[in-house]
């Protein structure tokens, strides 16, 4: 009796191969060929799925965009909404908690930042990949615009605060502390980041949303 095989799980095999291919040898190095050997597979069982090397980066890309997503996207609600409206302590507690999803905290956030890195490079000169890549970035962007329009609508920040500048500048922390978190992982520890990240929105906020004394670096 032929063997069953869910199109679903196979695509994830197939994607968790590409991870661990692209985070040991790098983006170019995930052919079809060392995919289907990573995942112990026939080359013939993922040619079934994906035409070729592009097809198959841009699926497991935006796999992988899609389950960071969906997990920010579950937290993000209750932790934009607590910003308004909870005690300080947790207001701050919410914001970092949410803002650092987007940091190679740990080794799951580390992989997932390593290979978005592989790709966002590859993409600067790879028309076919731009899109992808401009969405991704999008994402952090409209995250990071919605926890400074819930601090500003809470009044915390800064009277005249200009929003998008502020916006900009949380994105640009983000984005430089995982790149430094992936290339620099001994410099640029996960304790650093958090407190760098705690740094910026004391300064940010004047320190009155963060100044609690309870809160502690949640990577240390």
């Known amino acids: 009796m032929p063997k069953i095989v869910d199109p679903e799980a196979r695509r994830d095999e197939v994607v968790e191969a590409v991870f661990r291919v692209v985070r040991r040898a790098g983006f170019e190095h995930a052919s079809l060929r060392n995919v289907a050997e990573e995942a112990g597979l026939a ?3 993922v040619r079934h799925y994906f035409a070729g090397h ?10 992988s ?3 960071t997503a969906g997990r920010l996207e579950r937290r993000a609600g209750p932790l934009l909404a607590a910003v308004e409206s909870a005690p300080p302590a947790e207001r701050a507690a919410h914001v970092e908690g949410l803002l650092s999803e987007l940091l190679p905290l740990d080794e799951r956030r580390r992989d997932e930042a390593t290979v978005w890195l592989a790709f966002a490079v590859a993409a600067r000169t790879r028309p076919e990949l731009r899109e992808l890549a401009r969405e991704s970035y999008e994402g952090m962007r409209t995250l990071a ?36 978190g992936v290339l620099q992982p001994d410099r640029m520890t996960p304790a650093l980041m958090s407190r760098a990240l705690r740094r ?3 300064t940010l ?6 100044a609690d004394p309870l809160l502690t670096d949640s990577a240390e």
């Open 43 to 45: 080359i013939g069982s």
């Open 54 to 63: 592009t097809e198959l980066m841009l699926f497991a890309m935006r796999a």
């Open 65 to 67: 965009l899609e389950r």
């Open 145 to 180: 615009g919605r926890v400074i329009e819930g601090l500003g609508r809470g009044g915390w920040l800064p009277a005249g605060a200009d929003l998008e500048v502020e916006r900009e500048r949380l994105c640009a922390l983000i984005d430089g502390l995982t790149v430094e």
């Open 200 to 202: 910026h929105l004391e």
């Open 205 to 210: 906020t004047g320190a009155g949303l963060f």
